[in-house]
């Protein structure tokens, strides 16, 4: 500023008159510059990074379910009205060690199958699978569980001390009963029941069974767990909030607090490709809309 004529004097100009190189300003304004504290660009939020690391603290001691990621806290954010970005919800989880463990796993080969195994609708294609658990006195126990694939609701869910093809059947009767009212011959026409091919599932009453409901067997590819990628994915949540972190004295014990997580799974659980919507919900909405339709 030239406050004799009162105007901008051009930087050349000031630079020709006091006999310096126009670079070395240029030099010594990024040296200045880089003493200062760095500043997260672009417009300020909600709600600065301390207070909003106290709301993720808050969201995680809140939640029902353990280990949640950046994204599930970033989604419940959002719904009590804190508007942010997943990149600075991630970048503070790291910052503070509040991120979930993640596991690297083994090297990915090709696809065995194309498209999707998810449908457009609940109620047309199941998932059923098991696993396994250890209580204090009953020793090994299995828990089985039916899925639906569109949803991601646990329909059905049972433990059983020996995991043969009739207790294999009851997450499936769970499932029917919860769906279609009751258990009766051709009361589940038009859905199909993915499973791997345990001795369980293909044995001659369970297959029998599922032809009596009217539900087509789909078995899953040999050596391909992703086909039945909805149940798998469940156990593993499964095992995450429940069979890993509590012990159980009896299989009557465990088979309760399944039935009992199942319900809050279904009704909390927060899925993302659903827009982090809990599969209860989804199967709401899709109700709602067939009655519109209908009416």
Not at 164 to 169: C, I, N, P, V
């Amino acid at each position: 500023m030239s406050v004799s004529q009162q105007r901008i004097v051009p930087l050349k100009t000031v630079c020709t008159l006091a006999g310096v190189a126009r670079s070395s300003v240029y030099l010594r304004k990024a040296q200045v510059l880089a003493l200062r504290p760095p500043a997260r660009r672009g417009p300020r939020g909600a709600a600065s990074d301390a207070e909003l690391v106290t709301r993720i603290r808050a969201v995680l001691a809140a939640s029902p379910f353990v280990g949640e990621g950046y994204r599930k806290v970033w989604a419940r954010l959002r719904h009590q009205g804190l508007r942010t970005s997943r990149a600075r919800v991630l970048r503070l989880m790291r910052a503070h060690e509040l991120l979930a463990p993640t596991r690297l796993g083994s090297p990915r080969g090709p696809q065995s199958h194309d498209g999707t195994i998810i449908p457009a609708a609940p109620d047309l294609r199941w998932g059923t699978d098991l696993t396994g658990t250890f209580t204090l006195e009953d020793g090994p126990v299995s828990v089985l569980l039916t899925v639906d694939h569109c949803s991601a609701e646990i329909l059905g869910i049972h433990a059983a001390k020996r995991a043969t093809r009739f207790e294999a059947l009851e997450p499936v009767r769970q499932a029917v009963r919860r769906s279609f009212g009751r258990i009766a011959q051709n009361v589940a026409v038009g859905l199909e029941l993915r499973h791997d091919h345990g001795s369980q599932y293909l044995s001659d009453d369970f297959q029998t069974e599922l032809a009596f409901l009217g539900i087509t067997s789909s078995p899953a590819f040999v050596r391909a767990p992703e086909g039945n990628g909805c149940a798998e994915r469940a156990i593993r949540t499964l095992k995450e909030q429940l069979l890993w972190i509590r012990t159980f004295r009896t299989v009557e014990e465990l088979r309760l607090a399944l039935l009992e997580w199942a319900e809050l799974y279904n009704s909390q659980w927060l899925i993302e490709r659903h827009g982090f919507r809990p599969p209860a919900a989804v199967r709401r909405d899709h109700e709602a809309t067939l009655q519109k339709r209908a009416a």
